[in-house]
């Protein structure tokens, strides 16, 4: 194969993982630019708004914020599940990555071996949410 071809082939393929990490990157970019530590600056979460309670997502942006200014402590006191999945995120974004520049399919993320690790990761998050909807969870992860 003519290596014009074969670059303009990987190309295609390296697109997804391309464009998810410049999404990334643009997202963070912003919500350094934007401080979600104001309130009210990026919206409200309908679950808070409603009942009081943090879903757990509550947090990601300013944990964001947090680690695009490396500060850790904080990222994790503002979303700790969100902090712990960032490596396991990279990770699996890595691992795409490397499929798809090797040409292969890439990590099924529908079949009946990834299944365990959905439900796991729904109970780490249903936990998650429910400890820090405690009074001492609530002082911790404010």
Same mark, same amino acid.
């Given at each position: 194969m003519p290596v *014009? @071809?074969?670059s303009r082939? #990987?190309? #295609? #393929?390296?697109?997804?993982?391309?464009?998810? *990490?410049?999404?990334?990157? @643009?997202? &963070?970019?912003? %919500?350094? !630019?934007? +401080?979600p530590h104001?309130? $009210?600056s990026w919206g409200l979460c309908p679950l808070r708004a409603l009942t009081g309670l943090d879903c757990p997502a509550c947090g990601s942006l300013r944990a964001v914020n947090d680690l695009t200014h490396l500060r850790l402590d904080a990222a994790f006191h503002s979303n700790a599940a969100f902090v712990v999945a960032v490596p396991l995120l990279?990770? $699996? =974004?890595? !691992? =795409?990555?490397?499929?798809r520049w090797r040409g292969?399919?890439?990590? +099924? %993320?529908?079949?009946?071996?990834?299944?365990?690790? =959905? !439900?796991? &990761?729904? /109970? %780490?998050?249903? /936990?998650?949410?429910v400890v820090r909807n405690t009074p001492w $969870?609530?002082?911790? =992860?404010?």
């Open positions: *014009a @071809l074969t082939v #990987r190309s #295609r #393929r390296l697109q997804g993982p391309v464009l998810l *990490a410049a999404g990334v990157l @643009l997202a &963070a970019l912003l %919500l350094r !630019w934007r +401080d104001v309130g $009210g990279l990770a $699996g =974004w890595i !691992w =795409w990555l490397s499929c292969r399919p890439g990590p +099924d %993320l529908t079949g009946a071996r990834a299944r365990p690790a =959905w !439900w796991a &990761a729904g /109970a %780490l998050l249903v /936990a998650f949410t $969870g609530h002082a911790y =992860w404010a």
